[in-house]
């Protein structure tokens, strides 16, 4: 699977849109991207995933670039419980393909 | 609660003791991962299920570690002569294979906080 590059950390306003950056310039054609958060203590949780086109649900959007060497995570409006590490992991869709994850971004939610 | 579930949520065992874990994935998810997490550091893969078979295992799963998951269902993970370096969350997560060239998503239990002393 391709390795991710995402910056150690951000910080927030709450109420504000939070973005996430994350590099997968060795991306396949294959090969999908994956958000996880995790807060404190707990387990991941799944965000979104996308393939190459660009994705919204009721957590998140993500918006994948079209030579899909990156992509952004955009939580719309923050909030305080939106505190967490983020992973963007790339996975390809094999059987049994684990997730890897790297070091994440840690997001911080100032009031 | 339709989602994994692990039990226990914590465990203190003393080093050189035995301890087994277990994990109950959401109903019909036919893979299941066991994956272990340390201090600071992301989730890292120890091994994968595909209904009652291990089809995989990270050079990680030391011989003193041992997965089941004899009925395709829950799965157990069992620590044998528990060292210090041990210490770490044991993670969970389970999947339902999509159609042909889409993605299955892993969805993760709260995991087991194992420390021992």
């Known amino acids: 699977d391709a390795k991710t590059t995402q910056p150690p950390s951000m910080d927030c306003a709450e109420g504000r849109a939070a973005n996430l950056p994350c590099n997968h310039s060795?991306?396949?054609?294959?090969?999908?991207v994956y958000w996880y958060r995790q807060i404190h203590s707990q387990g991941p949780q799944y965000i979104i995933h996308?393939?190459?086109n660009n994705e919204t649900n009721e957590m998140a959007s993500l918006i994948i670039t079209e030579d899909r060497k990156s992509s952004t995570l955009i939580l719309p409006h923050a909030t305080l419980r939106d505190t967490a590490v983020y992973y963007c992991i790339v996975r390809g869709n094999n059987a049994g393909n684990m997730l890897t994850f790297g070091g994440g971004t840690r997001l911080m939610v100032k009031p | 609660d339709t989602g994994v579930s692990q039990d226990p949520r914590h465990k203190i065992t003393k080093r050189g003791q035995n301890v087994t874990f277990r994990c109950d994935p959401i109903?019909?998810?036919?893979?299941l991962y066991w994956y272990r997490q340390t201090l600071g550091q992301g989730p890292e893969f120890l091994t994968y299920?595909?209904?009652?078979?291990?089809?995989?295992k990270s050079r990680l799963l030391s011989d003193r570690f041992s997965a089941e998951r004899p009925k395709g269902s829950f799965s157990t993970l069992e620590i044998q002569r528990t060292e210090q370096g041990d210490s770490a969350m044991y993670l969970c997560a389970s999947s339902l294979p999509r159609a042909s060239g889409s993605s299955d998503t892993q969805y993760f239990g709260p995991g087991t906080r194992l420390t021992v002393l």
């Open positions: 299920f595909q209904n009652e078979a291990q089809l995989e």
């Open positions: 060795t991306i396949s054609g294959n090969e999908y």
């Open positions: 109903s019909e998810h036919n893979r």
């Open positions: 996308g393939l190459k």
